[in-house]
């Protein structure tokens, strides 16, 4: 199983990885002042309502140091998510914990779970700067897990921003 | 004309921005490549994030943001956001300064 947690959305509502039902999780480690986690944010949110009705939950964590960024505050997050820019909850990891359990290493840095853990853990695919690719890495594990297939291409390598560690 | 990359370690984005530079300038101008490796070195710098591009000890791109250790966001001519300058924009900007 994947390291569970239970983090407050923008609005403090607890927000948990494991939902009953839920045939896999996508949580990625963002944060609103990386241009990587900027370049890529489009294809995550069409993923994540590309695959909303087949079960796929989508979970974005800002984990970054608020006081040495202010972009990654609290409030900046909310002001985003009243904005419409996120499909999915958009929470906040404050204290670091959950980043650290996840190993996370930058914005974005994506995993995908299914029941028996981490199936996929990298980027969304092979170039920031090319939205035709369409997240095709972080879709091609989403529909082998889906498939009941065991992902062929577990692990790539995440690239952006290093996670602003307090 | 003196060109400078200022870049932090801690984004990826500085060999791509050297690239483009160096595709903008040609072999011939040469880029004084520094690397910026402290908040305060930051703040003495006035480096406002990686990568930063001086021409004559200007920034080429100036932003208002407060000086650190972090990754610059650009936007492309399109409106996409982007670790580097759009390349067409860097090479009119640099011929503007010559």
């Known amino acids: ?166 | 004309m003196e060109v400078e990359l200022l870049y932090w370690d801690g984004c990826p984005s500085h060999p791509a921005a050297l690239a483009d530079l160096r595709a903008a300038l040609g072999e011939d101008v040469p880029i004084a490549v520094r690397e910026i490796e402290s908040e305060a070195q930051a703040a003495a710098e006035g480096f406002a994030g990686s990568p930063t591009i001086r021409v004559d000890g200007q920034d080429l791109f100036p932003i208002d943001d407060p000086p650190g250790l972090t990754c610059r966001v650009y936007r492309l001519a399109d409106g996409r956001y982007s670790p580097t300058p759009d390349p067409e924009e860097l090479r009119e900007r640099l011929r503007s300064r010559r």
């Open chain 1, 1 to 166: 199983m994947a390291l569970a947690f239970t983090l407050p959305d923008t609005d403090g509502t607890p927000t948990p990885l494991h939902v009953d039902g839920a045939p896999a999780a996508v949580v990625v480690f963002t944060c609103n002042h990386c241009p990587y986690a900027l370049a890529w944010h489009e294809r995550i949110q069409d993923v994540a309502r590309d695959y909303a009705d087949r079960g796929v939950r989508v979970l974005q964590i800002n984990a970054n140091d608020s006081v040495k960024y202010p972009r990654d505050s609290l409030e900046a997050m909310k002001a985003r998510v009243d904005a419409g820019e996120f499909a999915t909850p958009y929470l906040h990891d404050e204290s670091q914990e959950v980043a650290r359990a996840w190993d996370a290493k930058t914005t974005p840095d994506v995993f995908v779970t299914d029941g028996s853990g981490v199936v996929y853990r990298g980027a969304p695919d092979a170039d920031h700067g090319d939205p035709s690719l369409n997240a095709q890495w972080l879709r091609a594990a989403l529909d082998d897990v889906l498939a009941g297939r065991p992902v062929a291409n577990p692990e790539t390598k995440p690239v952006g921003c290093s996670i602003k560690w307090k």
